[in-house]
Nanobody, 114 residues
Framework: QVQLVESGGGLVQPGGSLRLSCAAS????????MGWYRQAPGKQREMVAH???????NYADFVKGRFTISRDNAKNTVYLQMNSLKPEDTAVYYC????????WGQGTQVTVSS
């Protein structure tokens, strides 16, 4: 059993910043990859950023240059630093981990509004 606990969401003005965290706990040998997806109302879930155990990363085009994903392997935690936030970044953000199968967090709301 694997549990993911997300934190860091909230309300921020356009141009502001937020940092999301997701800590994994439970029974697993190793986390191969971690990342974030998001889902806005009426839209499909979309990949935001992905980081492998090696540290290599992938980003969706719409966040390149604004968001940074990182991980702490010792803490089994993945972070998403979000800068220059835009109203269209408003969504529920979900973290996931791949340990063979994928596990998902419960989601954290990010609202960008003035």
């Amino acid at each position: 059993q694997v549990q993911l606990v997300e934190s860091g969401g909230g309300l921020v003005q356009p141009g502001g910043s937020l940092r999301l965290s997701c800590a994994a706990s439970g029974s697993f040998y190793s986390i191969y990859a971690m990342g974030w997806y998001r889902q806005a109302p009426g839209k499909q879930r979309e990949m935001v950023a992905h980081i492998r155990r090696s540290g290599s990363t992938n980003y969706a085009d719409f966040v390149k240059g604004r968001f940074t994903i990182s991980r702490d392997n010792a803490k089994n935690t993945v972070y998403l630093q979000m800068n220059s936030l835009k109203p269209e970044d408003t969504a529920v953000y979900y973290c996931y981990v791949n340990i063979g199968p994928d596990y998902w967090g419960q989601g954290t709301q990010v609202t960008v509004s003035s």
